[in-house]
């Protein structure tokens, strides 16, 4: 099997991939803070337990022993978008605060370095335990 094929890896590149799309979306909102009528949007969040009932995001969970568990990935062909006022609508009726905008941005930049980190984490442990 080939590491980047295993289920782990394959669920954090859906979660970057997901954070590195919501980043997309975030720097339009701030991009657009001062276009009247523009409405800020964001990514639904990704649905953990969806993703383990093999719903419609992720990988549904698959016993191949009774003491065991392994997790069969199935790729969302995109993420779905919704609109999120942050604020009541400015004159120009604009619905989209900088601040909380700033806000939602550090955060996925953060989520993103922590899944980048355990995706490099995860291949050097493998890489160890396999010789390389």
């Not at 997309?24 to 993703?51: H, W």
């Amino acid at each position: 099997m080939n590491l980047p094929d295993m289920p782990l890896f394959a669920m954090l590149r859906e979660r970057m991939s997901w954070l590195h799309q919501r980043q997309d979306i975030l720097s339009q909102n701030v991009a657009n803070a001062d276009t009247p009528g523009y409405i800020a949007r964001d990514l639904k969040p990704l649905d953990f337990e969806q993703a383990l009932n093999g719903s419609d995001a992720g990988a549904s969970l698959r016993t191949t022993n009774s003491m065991h568990f392994a997790l069969s990935p199935t790729r969302a062909s995109a993420f779905a978008d919704h609109e999120t006022p942050d604020q009541e609508s400015s004159p120009n009726d604009n619905a989209v605060s900088l601040e909380q905008e700033m806000i939602k941005v550090s955060d996925t930049q953060a989520q993103f370095a922590a899944a980048a980190n355990i995706y490099a984490k995860a291949m050097t442990l493998m890489k160890t335990a396999i010789g390389h």
